[in-house]
């Protein structure tokens, strides 16, 4: 294996100790990385948890490849899997034994450092490249297709759904009135001379939004979420837990949502009475709201900063359960 992908894969996770202290309860069994990425998390809860195994999937096979050599040391106690993570139950049911508890689900969300800081791969508006974004080589889609075969409807709707871009619509129509843009350098050019001069000067890179969205457009991020979601849901053993770190407002809300209606059952009945509609409530939530990351984190990490954790334990299985 080249040493490089490994040096540039070697970065703390996002919230560990956290994340470590969140499984430190959770009963012996197998812990499902959805997100494995370098296996950053994987190995701190490895290490910190004897009573755990790892199972961890990832797309991305120079991530994969990295996370291999470094879970190497671990043995059967860990295992992974070239896959998106909305096929987690498939794999679950394949890998994992029915008398072996899944007893945790961890999923973060975020573009890994190594992904944006590789100009190859496409991701950054900092470095000039092709344009790619693909989170997995292999597929159709990327983004230069996004960029470049889009209508102005279409374009203008991922960059306000999926950037929460307020100037969406401008950027759309400079992009379209600038094709063919073949690198992340013309793009990021486009979208800076699209945005009026003062809302360049705040927030960051002009740029930043635009990509999120392409890059969440090109994956389809946020239509495989509550698949990968509801599958972890399922997954899990009474006393098992899922953590989320999210990184984007319309994740967050479709993972609060999820766990909420995992925490309600779905329940109809009017509030302060009692339910009889039948509803299973499936979980509790370990905290109200997000949590973020503190502040000396921010200092070493300032790309955490957009993060939010949200978690939850199961505490009742749905009728008729297989594992």
Request: glycine residues 8%.
């Amino acid at each position: 294996m080249d040493a490089q992908p490994d040096r540039e894969f070697a970065h703390r996770p996002v919230m560990a100790d956290e994340i470590v202290a969140l499984f430190a309860p959770v009963p012996a069994g197998w812990l499902i990385d959805a997100t494995l990425g370098g296996a950053g998390h994987a190995t701190l809860l490895l290490d910190a948890h004897p009573h755990l195994k790892v199972l961890g999937l990832d797309q991305d096979p120079d991530a994969l490849v990295v996370a291999q050599s470094r879970l190497e040391r671990f043995g059967d106690r860990a295992r992974t899997a070239r896959t998106r993570f909305d096929s987690l139950a498939s794999v679950v049911a394949q890998t994992i034994p029915d008398d072996e508890p899944v007893v945790g689900t961890l999923f973060d969300l975020g573009v890994s450092s190594p992904q944006l800081d590789r100009a190859e791969r496409g991701f950054s508006y900092r470095l000039d490249a092709p344009l790619d974004m693909r989170m997995n080589p292999a597929q159709a889609l990327s983004a230069t297709t996004v960029v470049n075969e889009y209508d102005e409807a279409a374009l203008t709707k991922v960059l306000r759904d999926n950037g929460d871009e307020r100037f969406a619509g401008r950027i759309a129509k400079a992009i379209i009135a600038q094709r063919p843009v073949t690198t992340t350098g013309e793009l990021a050019e486009i979208v800076r001379n699209a945005i009026p001069a003062p809302a360049r000067r705040r927030g960051g890179h002009p740029a930043k939004r635009t990509f999120q969205a392409i890059r969440i457009e090109v994956n389809d991020e946020l239509g495989v979420l509550p698949v990968a979601l509801e599958a972890a849901l399922d997954a899990l053993c009474i006393g098992g837990r899922i953590a989320v770190l999210s990184y984007h407002s319309g994740e967050d809300r479709i993972v609060k949502q999820i766990l909420r209606t995992a925490e309600t059952g779905g329940c109809t009945c009017p509030t302060n009475f009692p339910c009889v509609c039948g509803a299973i409530q499936r979980v509790r939530l370990l905290s109200r709201g997000g949590r973020t990351p503190g502040a000396a984190e921010l200092v070493v990490n300032p790309r955490a900063e957009s993060a939010r954790l949200r978690s939850a334990e199961c505490i009742s299985l749905l009728p008729g359960r297989s594992r």
